[in-house]
């Protein structure tokens, strides 16, 4: 069965840069967008970026200048570069792939990893 393995976050003081990584770890067809979901404690899960097969990017306000979402769709690799981090990105990172196929539309998620931004 298809996953998305995630990797990438960790505890880090603020200021300071992750990158997150998120791989099928099968071939996926027809993916439309990649994106990057957060959710903190007690808040709804929210986008954060994502990346659509026409190359239209996406942002959240919340850290547009600060991240930057990358990937490869055809490669079913996407990956989030988060610098200038702050607290409120403490969140667990989840990636995501929708598709569309024979009349179903598909998403994928990835585990989750925890970002924590602390000093």
């Known amino acids: 069965q298809v996953q998305l393995v995630e990797s990438g976050g960790g505890l880090v003081q603020p200021g300071e840069s992750l990158t997150l990584s998120c791989a099928a770890t099968e071939s996926i067809s027809s993916i439309y967008v990649m994106g990057w979901y957060r959710q903190a404690p007690g808040k709804e899960r929210e986008l954060v970026a994502s990346?659509?097969?026409?190359?239209?990017?996406n942002y959240a306000d919340s850290i547009k200048g600060r991240f930057t979402i990358s990937g490869d769709i055809a490669k079913n690799t996407v990956f989030l570069e988060m610098n200038s981090l702050k607290p409120e990105d403490t969140a667990v990172y989840y990636c995501?792939?929708?598709?569309?196929?024979?009349?179903?539309?598909?998403?994928?998620w990835g585990q989750g990893t925890q970002v924590t931004v602390s000093s």
């Open positions: 995501n792939f929708k598709s569309w196929r024979r009349g179903l539309n598909n998403d994928y």
């Open positions: 990346i659509r097969n026409d190359g239209f990017l």
